[in-house]
Nanobody, 123 residues
Framework: QVQVVESGGGLVQAGDSLRLSCTVS????????MGWFRQAPGKERERVSC????????YYADSVKGRFTISRDNAKNTLSLQMNSLKPEDTAMYYC????????????????WGQGTQVTVSS
């Protein structure tokens, strides 16, 4: 049984920071490309960030570059997303994803999804 569980979301003010965490069990985390996606009400799912299993290739959406940092701890099967200088536009449900697709794929099809953690940024 594969489980992907996010945590760390919350309600913050613009300019604040949050750190999201994702724990994975039931698969070889160290061989998984891992990503963060988000979806706001009425909008399509957006790829936020991704880190390949080697940790070498890292993707960030233009909207979060310089503000968000993705990292992984293979010893703990944990993925993190440090979010700084949050903006109201960052408000969304954030999903952790374990990918069989490459990090370069914007619409992965072979994915283990978490249930999501809500991030709300007030102005």
């Amino acid at each position: 049984q594969v489980q992907v569980v996010e945590s760390g979301g919350g309600l913050v003010q613009a300019g604040d920071s949050l750190r999201l965490s994702c724990t994975v069990s039931g698969l070889r985390f160290d061989y998984q490309n891992m990503g963060w996606f988000r979806q706001a009400p009425g909008k399509e799912r957006e790829r936020v960030s991704c880190i390949e299993w080697t940790g070498i290739y890292i993707y960030y959406a233009d909207s979060v570059k310089g503000r968000f940092t993705i990292s992984r701890d293979n010893a703990k099967n944990t993925l993190s997303l440090q979010m700084n200088s949050l903006k109201p536009e960052d408000t969304a449900m954030y999903y952790c994803a374990a990918l069989q697709d490459a990090c370069s794929e914007p619409s992965p099809t072979e994915v283990y999804w978490g249930q999501g953690t809500q991030v709300t940024v007030s102005s």
